[in-house]
């Protein structure tokens, strides 16, 4: 009976495994071993085997655009925290019927590919878009306004594609929210805002925490967004990898640069799972 219990975890393990080893860990493992090569005279990749991909990484023009791309990511998760919040809070504390209705709105933007999203913000915030025909018209303006093309907008297009990864967690972590601890702040006399920086916003803030790395590890890596919304004023770390494997073809930086990129993540991860571990241990003990 035991071993009849040992082939169904193998089987059920089997395929997750298989998966994660062809399509992940085999990739990554290219990835590597070319991130130590280099390129060849005509865009091929070539031994000796060198650390010069990562040396080159730290020249201050990408130092510059990993910053800029770190800002930006940033600016992203701030703007999906502060409308997703409150956003959160009203469906978690909606009636139970409408609930599924508001979480339905929320997911409704995946049921279209994000690309023709980001064509939509386009549209928009063009010279000749829907917002400047419409403020011409209006007479708020006397000329088209600048919109597109820059940094704002690629926050602006990054901020609706990441949105729904921000409400998401914040809803859980809401819709579990004791409203006792409420009613009893209410009840000693609290004033609304007090508690909620003293109490929802405290107990709450895994959602925060798992939202924001959800938001900010992403908008680091989506290279469509700032290629067509920010043009060549934007260029950020995503940019700079897709370029190097498809405009370039000096695969080895780009590599160097991905693993770079991914290791950059992976100490966000775990400063994350430390903090919640002390977090965790100290409300234990």
Known sequence: MK???????????????IW?????????????????????SFGGIQTPFTADNY????DPLY????????????????????LGYPFAYIVARAPERWRNLLLMLVIVPFWTNSLIRTYAWIVLLRTEGVINTFLLKLGLIDAPISMLYNETSVVIGLVYT???????????????????????????????????????????MPGIVAGAIL??????????????????????????IK?????ARDWPFGAASSIILMVLTLLMI???????????GKELR
């Open 63 to 82: 130092l510059k655009i990993l910053w800029v791309s770190c800002v930006s990511a940033f600016f992203t998760t701030v703007c999906c925290l502060v």
């Open 162 to 204: 990441m949105l729904p990864f921000m409400i998401l967690p914040l809803y859980a972590s809401i819709e579990k929210l004791d409203k006792g601890y409420l009613e009893a702040a209410a009840d000693l006399g609290a004033k609304p805002a007090t508690t909620f920086l003293k109490i929802t916003l405290p107990l709450t």
């Open 3 to 17: 071993r009849h219990k040992d082939y169904g975890v193998v089987w059920t393990i089997s395929p997750v495994a």
């Open 215 to 240: 938001v900010f590890i992403p908008s680091l890596g989506l290279f469509f967004i700032p290629d067509l919304m920010g043009g060549s004023k934007a260029v950020l770390i995503g940019n700079l």
């Open 55 to 58: 040396v080159r990484f730290f």
């Open 20 to 40: 994660m080893t062809v399509l992940f860990a085999i990739p990554l493992l290219l990835i590597l071993v070319v991130s130590f090569m280099s390129r060849s």
């Open 270 to 280: 775990l400063v994350y799972m430390r903090l919640s571990n002390d977090k965790s």
């Open 243 to 247: 370029n190097q494997f498809l405009t």
